[in-house]
């Protein structure tokens, strides 16, 4: 059985139900299964080889919801491309995996100029000069389906980025047995069932699409928003009747935050999952009080998406639990190893690691990255943990310098290198600092070979990296601290960065 096969199946039970819906638009299971599959048809005529990669650069529509269900029935591998990455980041990904087919909609369609090339078919969301219409494609295969693909449970259903600014990007293959177990999971652990409503806010290019085929495989309806503004999330879920969301804790801070939060009492939410970073204790308990008892987390990494562990509501009103990310979940497992392999028992600290039917199959092309991180049929993390007598697992810090900023990864050996373009910059170290909104911001130490303002390399930052790696704030020094090796000390950086803090506000 292939992921697809849980949304066809759904279609056929419920066929009159709502799947999707994004503002005024809605679609319903059967007719979304047959754009899907003429949408497919029109994939293959373009591309027949079985396992071909199809890049889709689009923000949040029922279009974009279109194209990725396409992707996956015709066989192909998905690589999401990150709307909001800059132009040279999103053609590089494209280039590295040889995608053959490219999705944009309207506003992505000039940043994947670069990609354009012998061999590679443009497709868009809305009308262009130059690109085929998938609406078209969708008119003229109507009613027909795709043909069948046939391959391994370990074959790749999609290449997500860990990183990329400059050099090679890592593209983590996710195979089909991990899509089939990160969805049985989810239905398992959130209890989905049909009818219900899952508020997707967060991009499907990101976290949300790890909820869709569980929620359309469940018989729900995805509701989809568009780069909304919390005060509109924060709409959709006292009004939506949603059941199920995802969100990063910088969100769920804001959302807190906002006039108003207190004025619904929430009746109809029963997941409300934050997940890509860590979230204080005392935050849990005002969500909890402000959203009521729905307040869940998931625990994974892109090599083993979404929910290797979960912690439920019920869990999370421990106050003991508070801190944790939960249990190993179905067909996953979990445990603590010391720096020789050995595995270490409840209440001891060390590398975090997970195998089994989540995780995944390697780096696209790059075997001696695999074989660095997956030794002895281990993922290995980088992150710290250690798992309680009950089994729960608290994550005490990452051996790896990656920042998760607002959920998302940021990498600083991505962000130095563009920061050090700067005529103006000499040395630089990329950190990342505690952060009530963003869970962690990235901060960015400088040494100058020349007169330079904290706001002009931001500026030139931004230019380069994007909203999400541009570091929030820089600190300037005559001379960055290394050693006597020559290594940049980082520890110092930070404490010398939570010192001024402090001194900021005595």
Not at 213 to 218: E, K, Q, R, V
Request: aromatic share 8%; proline share 7%; net charge negative.
């Amino acid at each position: 059985m292939y992921p697809f096969h849980f949304f066809e199946r759904a279609a056929r039970r419920w066929p009159d139900a709502i799947a999707a819906e994004a503002g005024d638009q809605k679609i319903g299971y059967a007719d979304l299964l047959m754009r899907a599959n003429a949408l497919a048809c029109g994939l293959q005529k373009i591309d027949p080889e079985p396992g071909s990669r199809v890049g889709i650069c689009c923000y949040n529509s029922l279009e974009h919801l279109t194209a990725w269900l396409a992707t996956l029935a015709a066989g192909k591998v998905w690589v999401p491309l990150q709307a909001t990455n800059t132009a040279d980041e999103l053609c590089r990904a494209a280039g590295f995996v040889g995608a053959s087919i490219i999705v944009t909609d309207g506003e992505t369609v000039p940043r994947m100029q670069g990609a354009r090339g012998s061999g590679v078919t443009f497709l868009s969301t809305e009308p262009t000069d130059h690109d085929r219409i998938i609406t078209e494609l969708i008119a003229e295969y109507e009613g027909a389906i795709p043909a069948p693909v046939a391959l391994p449970l370990d074959a790749p259903q999609a290449i997500k980025f860990t990183g990329g600014t400059t050099g090679t990007p890592k593209g983590v293959m996710q195979p089909y047995r991990a899509w089939n177990t990160n969805i049985v999971t989810q239905i398992d652990a959130w209890s989905l069932a049909p009818g219900e409503r899952c508020l997707a806010a967060a991009p499907i290019t990101h976290g949300t699409s790890t909820y869709i085929l569980p929620t359309l495989g469940s018989g729900g309806t995805l509701v989809l928003l568009d780069r909304p503004r919390p005060e509109q999330t924060l709409a959709a879920l006292q009004t939506g009747d949603i059941t199920t969301t995802f969100v990063p804790p910088t969100v769920l801070y804001v959302l807190m935050e906002l006039e108003g939060v207190r004025d619904s009492d929430y009746a109809s939410l029963r997941n409300f999952i934050y997940g890509g970073g860590p979230m204080r204790p005392e935050a849990i308990t005002r969500a909890q009080d402000i959203f009521g008892p729905c307040i869940a987390s998931t625990y994974g990494q892109t090599e083993a998406p979404q929910i290797a562990t979960m912690i439920t509501a019920e869990d999370l009103l421990r106050p003991e639990k508070r801190a944790s990310v939960g249990r190993e979940t179905m067909l996953s497992e979990v445990a603590i190893l010391d720096p020789e392999g050995a595995r270490l028992a409840a209440g001891e600290t060390g590398e975090v690691v997970i195998r089994g039917d989540l995780v995944m199959t390697g780096y696209w092309n790059q075997p001696e990255k695999t074989a660095e991180t997956i030794r002895n049929g281990w993922l290995h993390t980088g992150d710290l943990g250690m798992v309680d007598k009950d089994g729960f697992l608290f994550i005490k810090g990452r051996a790896k310098d990656m920042i998760i900023t607002g959920g998302y990864n940021v990498y600083p050996a991505d962000v130095e290198p563009m920061i050090g373009e700067h005529p103006a910059v000499l040395d630089c170290a990329v950190f990342g600092i505690a952060d009530d909104k963003w869970g962690e911001s990235v901060h960015a130490a400088v040494q100058l070979s020349e007169a330079a303002t904290a706001d002009a390399i931001l500026a030139f930052a931004r230019e380069k990296l994007g909203p999400v790696k541009t570091p929030k704030t820089i600190t300037i020094y005559d001379r960055l601290p290394r050693n006597a090796l020559g290594k940049l000390q980082k520890s110092v950086l930070v404490e010398d960065y939570e010192a001024r803090k402090r001194e900021e506000a005595s």
